[in-house]
Antibody, heavy 119, light 103 residues
């Protein structure tokens, strides 16, 4: 069964760091282009970062560039999002998503993990 | 950067109604558009991609259409399971969402 499971969310103080994990099952992350999308409470969807299947293309939203790092561990079939210098505006549910091979669409989503940045 | 603007932000409808949600792009995006459905507390679900192609398992009452800058998601006969929020998407950009609520 195809599945993405995120973990690592929680409450963190402004300026601190957090690392999110996303473990895939039923398919290999090494052959998939993966992204992180977030959703602030009661708000819409915001794309955060993306990593191509071969690791050659890494992209970030301007709002997180220089603070967040997307990476992947093929041996554990796990995607990561390292989040540094967190701000209150980063408070959101973070979804791990898989991009389709036939276009820039997201066909598989994890259940999301909530990150709350608060003092 | 391309902007995606959805309307309306909220839509009140009854079971059996025909519902149309519009998404406008600030520049032409050809047919590179997707629609997602999201229910409270759940992850979004891909409904339609390439503007009009139904994702596997999506009911035929959902359809997508449009031009290069204006797109519609149509639900031909609204069902109880369809009350949700709908988002359009092009590349990295999502519309702000349309909540379909019970009239």
């Amino acid at each position: 069964q195809l599945q993405l499971v995120e973990s690592g969310g929680g409450v963190v103080q402004p300026g601190r760091s957090l690392r999110l994990s996303c473990t895939a099952s039923g398919f290999s992350l090494s052959s998939s282009t993966m992204h992180w999308v977030r959703q602030a409470p009661g708000k819409g969807l915001d794309w955060v970062a993306g990593l191509s299947y071969d690791g050659t293309i890494i992209q970030y939203a301007d709002s997180v560039k220089g603070r967040f790092t997307i990476s992947r561990d093929n041996s554990n079939n796990t995607l990561y999002l390292q989040m540094n210098s967190l701000r209150a505006g980063d408070t959101a549910v973070y979804f791990c998503v898989r991009r389709t091979t036939w276009g820039y669409y997201f066909d598989l989503w994890g259940q999301g993990t909530l990150v709350t940045v608060s003092s | 950067d391309n902007q995606m603007t959805q309307s309306p932000s909220t839509l009140s409808a009854s079971v059996g109604d025909r519902v149309i949600i519009t998404c406008r792009a600030s520049q032409s995006i050809s047919t590179w558009l997707a629609w997602y459905q999201q229910k409270p507390g759940k992850a979004p679900k891909l409904l339609i991609y390439h503007m009009s192609t139904l994702q596997s398992g999506v009911p035929l009452r959902f359809s997508g259409s449009g031009t290069g800058t204006e797109f519609n998601l149509t639900i031909s006969s609204l069902q109880p399971d369809d009350f949700a929020t709908y988002f359009c998407q092009n590349y990295h950009v999502f519309g702000q969402g349309t909540r379909v609520e019970m009239k």
